[in-house]
């Protein structure tokens, strides 16, 4: 059965004009389905989805929305009413890279609305339309960062550790009502948002940085049959290594180590 054929014509991507948030997009349109795509850039967005249209003949709605407002996700649901979404992408990720006190609130507070609140929000009002029809699956990016403390990205952690328990809480409460929910845990990714933090070279140890294709390519492949998963070989020996051979002090600060290096913090 193909993902379309299990999961139905439409898919709504929230983050979705690059990136990994792109690399779905390209996957899913090139198995037939309709996007709905969101992003706060409009000009890129709109230049992507149409080449999207273009490359493989499928139709694409734009929203652009910033992720970080309080209301987004209650806007977003009211541009896509009438349409039935049964496979849900959040990608969306908001981050800064420092001290956690040298940041305003707000900019914490944005973290927390774009990484957490506004993904919950999506999923409340989603869900209960797929749970009615017994047919849906969603699909939220984790990160590594949140497997334990990741010093100067604190608060992005941990939002990304709340992603991945919701989505692992929300499989077991779900998995057999038809709708399958996934926790998709990168490593570094070759994305442009990583690459514009221009992160110094990594430790000769760190797992290699994986392309967004090669993220997206095994979270498919493993919906469905896992509550959540490590993208990457090099990052399952790895996080491994953090989890299972280092006391949880050492592996911290091992991670707060590898950032200070990595960013000259």
Not at 54 to 62: A, F
Not at 142 to 147: D, E, P
Not at 229 to 242: C, E
Request: proline share 4%; aromatic share 8%; with cysteine.
């Amino acid at each position: 059965m193909t993902i379309k054929e299990k999961y139905g014509p439409l898919a709504l991507i929230a983050g979705a004009s690059e990136g990994i948030g792109g690399a779905y997009a390209r996957q899913l349109a090139s198995a037939g389905i309709d996007l709905i795509l969101i992003a706060r850039r409009k000009n890129p967005l709109e230049l992507f989805a149409a080449e999207l249209t273009t490359s493989y003949g499928i139709n694409t709605i734009c929203i652009q929305e910033d992720l970080a407002a309080p209301d987004a996700a209650t806007r977003i649901m009211d541009q896509i009413k009438g349409h039935e979404i049964n496979l849900f992408v959040y990608n969306a990720g908001n981050s800064y890279i420092g001290r956690f006190e040298e940041k305003e609130w707000q900019v914490h507070q944005e973290i927390a609305f774009t990484n957490m609140l506004t993904p919950l929000h999506l999923v409340h009002s989603l869900a209960p339309a797929m749970l009615a029809k017994g047919k849906g699956a969603i699909i939220l990016m984790a990160s590594l960062a949140g497997f334990q403390g990741t010093p100067f990205i604190a608060t992005y952690a941990a939002t990304k550790a709340f992603d991945q328990i919701l989505a692992e809480s929300l499989w077991y409460e779900w998995k057999n009502r038809g709708v399958d929910v996934l926790a998709c845990c990168a490593g570094a990714t070759s994305s442009p948002n990583f690459l514009n933090t221009n992160p110094g070279k990594q430790h000769f140890l760190a797992p290699k940085v994986q392309t967004p294709e090669e993220v997206v390519t095994e979270c498919l492949k493993r919906l469905g049959k896992t509550p959540s998963f490590i993208t990457g070989r090099a990052n399952k020996i790895a996080s491994f290594f953090m989890q299972r051979v280092l006391s949880r002090k050492k592996a911290i600060t091992t991670m707060g180590d590898t950032t200070v290096k990595m960013y000259r913090i």
